[in-house]
């Protein structure tokens, strides 16, 4: 089982676990896409420390005067790319066939089995969020002391 099944996985066992649900549906398939969108911007978020870090902050600042300059398209366009990559998640995993697959191949693991895909899954989700709240905390930081780009 790949890591985003396990996520999957991880999101069915505690529901099943705590609230007793029997059905199939779950939020794993919206979990992985938050991972996949938390991922790319921590990436983005690296590159721009890189920039800041390296003292390359004018290329940072022309990249961020265009986004600027196209106002509302430039935000538009980030949130058609967010929006992509989250669908990117339903197109793998959101089929209910797939979905059932993978569910019915986690409940014929054994209960250690099961209960370390539920692990790496719940650790890959978590990581994920985790990785990206702290690069943006340094972001915030770094962004205090930038020089006036006048």
Not at 69 to 95: C, P, Q
């Amino acid at each position: 089982m790949n890591l985003f099944e396990s996520v999957i996985c991880h999101d069915y066992g505690l529901v099943r676990a705590e609230r007793g649900y029997t059905g199939y549906k779950t939020n794993g398939i919206h979990m992985v896409g938050i991972c996949w969108i938390a991922n790319f911007l921590t990436v983005v978020g690296c590159v721009a420390i890189y920039f800041i870090q390296s003292e390359k902050i004018y290329e940072l600042y022309e990249i961020l005067q265009s986004l600027h300059y196209w106002e509302v398209a430039g935000r538009i366009v980030l949130i058609i790319l967010l929006l992509g990559i989250h669908l990117l998640a339903f197109a793998a995993f959101g089929g209910r066939v797939i979905f059932k697959d993978i569910i019915h191949r986690f409940v014929a693991y054994e209960p250690d089995q099961k209960k370390a895909v539920v692990g790496r899954g719940g650790m890959y989700f978590y990581t994920s969020l985790i990785s990206f709240f702290v690069v943006l905390g340094i972001l915030a930081f770094l962004m205090r002391s930038l020089p006036d780009p006048a």
